[in-house]
């Protein structure tokens, strides 16, 4: 079946604008998690959902970054007042159930997002 | 709080030739260890997982990875790499009880030449 997609797959903007990211994860699949790349970098955590509920979000890195996901599956990643630190790849992993020693975690190919 | 390190930021291998690839961990009880492989313009895919058990882990596409806890690492190794391998590899650590976030190392990308 289908994976995780993400969308826009790139998207440019300029300092202090507000962007949305989006996410698909696989149908099914209760968990969904956000990471952030930054060049270089490995990915670093964001935030998990469970459901609609954000279960952990303790890797947002400020209160310009929120997300949700109303209904339980489609997610939404919103970044106001856009920095040029903001500039990174954004990718979405979901699971079928949480536990890390029970499900794995398939990754979106990633949001490319470039704030000028 | 867990964290990993992969210490060689880029490897240049021969195709046919065997590789290994490290990555140490910091963790304060046994750990869910992990390394996933990232080809340009896709996601990170799942090369292979430890939580228990057997220390050798078998994983896709030829992979094995071992768990060493006095050495707290988990390197990964193939036999005989081939071109399609080349790649980034990225080790990754998650706790075991009640926290699903992965911590990854900074990754180590793999060249292969001819």
């Known amino acids: 079946g289908a994976g995780v997609s993400q969308t826009p797959s790139n998207k440019v903007t300029e300092k202090g604008k507000y962007v949305e990211l989006r996410c698909d994860p696989i149908?099914?699949?209760?968990?969904l998690y956000w990471y952030r790349q930054s060049l270089g970098q490995g990915p670093e955590f964001l935030i998990y959902f469970q459901g609609t509920g954000a279960a952990d979000d303790s890797g947002l890195p400020n209160d310009r970054f929120f997300a949700v996901r109303p209904e339980g599956s489609v997610s939404t990643l919103k970044i106001q007042r856009t920095e040029r630190g903001d500039s990174a790849v954004y990718l979405c992993?979901?699971?079928?159930?949480?536990?890390?020693?029970?499900?794995?975690?398939?990754f979106g190919p990633g949001t490319r997002l470039t704030v000028l | 709080a867990q964290s990993v390190t992969q210490p060689d930021i880029h490897i240049t291998v021969s195709e046919g030739a065997s590789l290994e690839l490290r990555c140490n961990y910091s963790?304060?009880?046994?750990?869910?260890l992990f390394w996933y492989v990232q080809s340009p313009g896709q996601g990170l895919q799942l090369l292979l997982k430890?939580?228990?058990?057997?220390?050798l882990v078998q994983g896709i596409k030829g992979f094995e990875a071992e768990f060493k806890r006095s050495q707290s690492s988990f390197n990964l190794r193939k036999p005989s790499v081939h071109w399609s391998d080349a790649a980034e590899y990225f080790c990754?650590?998650?706790?075991?009880?009640?926290?699903?976030?992965?911590?990854f190392g900074t990754g180590t990308r793999l060249t292969i030449i001819p």
């Open positions: 149908s099914g699949h209760t968990a």
């Open positions: 963790y304060g009880a046994t750990p869910y």
């Open positions: 992993a979901s699971s079928l159930k949480p536990g890390l020693d029970t499900d794995t975690q398939y």
């Open positions: 430890y939580f228990s058990g057997d220390t």
């Open positions: 990754a650590v998650g706790a075991l009880f009640g926290n699903e976030k992965l911590t």
